[in-house]
Every structure is written in structure tokens, then in C-alpha cells.
């Protein structure tokens, strides 16, 4: 059956006549009333009474008019769901990154991109930064967030077949006993170089072993000493009994309690970590990777 015959039907009988609905199709009235009877004789039925009032429709033409409706509103319903997937408001997404931006910056992502009337079906994972270049490599997730402190370094590494955005820069703070909330806001390393330091084992060249290393070595202090943990988060206990001090991102207050922790920053503390987002580049016109581009830059990006 040819569905522009049915939206002519559709069109006459809601206008009560073949002249008004010529016109709001903006088509002359012949080719109008030959659809029509073509639309009759396909279906061997009439569905139109002709009369110099105007058309009625007649039982027959009641049941074809409900079908035209329901059929305009699915190619309605058609179009806008076609619309939201090229806005990549509609579809799913995959999501790997850090645990310390899962717990922080990554929800304020996830309620941006789901705002809006979107419908996209996210998936999130959590994973040290290694593996979340490897899953996005690998195309088992669709986009990565790491934290790392050379950005640079990731598109030395996995330039030619990822692509890296930096989004914002995160000042490196340190934790330290509850007790000790009677230091200065900032402190130096000097002041906080007897603590053994609680830090997770690299999984990058640069991370935060290394960035305080470096820092303690830039300011001529003797090395600290470091105890490793799996993660940050697996830090925070050894430092709220007293055993341990931490520099990690800023992003760590939105995980801690201010009384479990002391947090002060650090005037000679190391190089900030870099937020990285990272896509496949034969993935970059996907609509709901480029949406997500845009909503990260517009929700924590800094320099871009």
C-alpha cells in the first residue's frame, strides 16, 4: 500500500474536503482525488461519500483513518528517535575510568548527559589507568577518563590509534592524621617529611609515586619513605589511624570526611594530575562519544 496515498486519505478526511486539503498539502485537487480512487481500488472499498458539502467518511474509511493515524505517529515517534540517536541522546554508552573520578566527576557527567529528555543507556567501570587505555584500545568501552600527571605521555603512547583530550588539571593535596589538624593551610613537604606515605603502586610512567618522588627530590629532601596500597581510596584507613600520610588529586575531598582526614595543600607539592578523555579515533563520529566530548569539556574542562 503506498503510505503518501494514505496520507492524502488522512489529509482529506481531517479537512472535510478534497479543495482544503489540496491546499494544505499545497498540491492541485486532481492528482489529489486520482490518489484517492487509486487508495479505493487498491483496498476495494470506499472510504469517501462525495457530496457538494464537502466528503464523509464512510465505516470503511473510519478503520483506514485510524491506521493512517497510527502510522503517522509511529513515523513521528520514527523521526524522533532517529534525531536523539544522531545527538547522541539516545543509545548506549560505555564508560571506563579511574576510581577516584568515579566516585567524584564522573556523576556529574552522567546526570549532564541524562538531562534533557535523553535516554542513553550508560555503563560504568572502574579500573586503574592502564587498563582503561587497554579497554578503550581494545573497543570494549566506548570512552575513558584517566587522571595522570603527563597527559602528554598518553599521546606519545597511544597517539596513533587513540585520541587524547585534556579536560582539567587537579592540584595534588595532602591527607594526614585527624591529630594533626593544627597544621598551617598550605604546608611544605619539609613539614610533612617524617610520614611514611601511603601511595598506590604506578600503573602509568608518571603517577603519584613518582610525582612525589620528583617533588621531594625538587625541593632537596631526603627520599620519603612510601608504603605501598591498591589503591587511594585503600589508603584513606591507614591514614585515619596514623600510620600513613597521602598526597592524591583535590578530587579525593569529594570521597573523604574532613574528620577523618586533615587536608592542606602543599605550597612545593607535585605536579598537578592531568584529567584525560580518551576515544578510539575511528570511533570519533559517534554521536554519543562526541556528546560526551562536549558535555565533559562543558562540565569540568579548564584550558580544554
Aim: proline residues 7%; aromatic residues 6%; contains cysteine.
Amino acid at each position: 500500500m503506498d503510505h503518501r496515498r494514505l496520507q492524502y486519505f488522512h489529509a482529506v478526511a481531517r479537512a472535510g474536503s478534497f479543495s482544503r486539503a489540496a491546499a494544505e498539502l499545497r498540491m492541485t485537487q486532481p492528482p489529489l482525488s486520482a490518489a484517492i480512487a487509486q487508495l479505493e481500488t487498491d483496498l476495494e472499498a470506499r472510504l469517501l461519500v462525495r457530496s457538494s458539502r464537502g466528503v464523509t467518511v464512510t465505516p470503511a474509511g473510519e478503520e483506514v483513518l485510524r491506521y493512517a493515524e497510527r502510522l503517522t505517529t509511529q513515523e513521528h515517534e520514527l523521526r524522533r528517535r532517529i534525531a536523539a540517536i544522531q545527538s547522541g541522546r539516545l543509545g548506549s554508552l560505555e564508560i571506563s575510568c579511574n576510581p577516584i573520578l568515579a566516585g567524584t566527576l564522573v556523576p556529574r557527567l552522567i546526570r549532564a548527559l541524562t538531562a534533557a529528555e535523553a535516554s542513553l543507556d550508560i555503563a560504568l567501570h572502574e579500573a586503574y589507568p592502564r587498563v582503561v587505555l587497554e579497554a578503550v584500545q581494545k573497543g570494549e568501552v566506548d570512552v575513558g577518563l584517566v587522571a595522570t600527571s603527563a597527559s602528554e605521555d598518553l599521546r606519545l603512547l597511544y597517539g596513533d590509534e587513540l585520541k587524547v583530550h585534556r579536560l582539567a588539571a587537579q592540584e595534588m593535596i595532602a591527607l594526614l592524621p585527624p591529630e594533626y589538624a593544627h597544621l598551617p593551610d598550605p604546608v611544605s613537604l619539609r613539614d610533612i617529611a617524617r610520614f611514611e606515605f601511603a601511595s598506590p603502586a604506578n600503573s602509568m610512567r608518571h603517577g603519584i609515586r613518582f610525582g612525589l618522588l620528583d617533588a621531594f627530590e625538587f625541593a632537596k629532601l631526603p627520599r620519603p619513605r612510601v608504603r605501598e596500597v591498591p589503591s587511594m581510596q585503600e589508603a584513606i584507613p591507614l591514614i585515619t589511624a596514623g600510620l600513613a600520610a597521602g598526597i592524591m588529586p583535590e578530587a579525593i575531598r569529594g570521597l573523604v570526611h574532613p574528620d577523618r582526614v586533615t587536608m592542606r595543600h602543599i605550597v612545593d607539592g607535585p605536579e598537578p594530575f592531568e584529567i584525560s578523555l580518551v576515544f578510539r579515533r575511528d570511533r570519533v563520529h559517534l554521536p554519543a562519544i562526541a556528546r560526551f566530548r562536549e558535555t565533559a569539556f562543558a562540565e569540568i574542562g579548564d584550558a580544554g
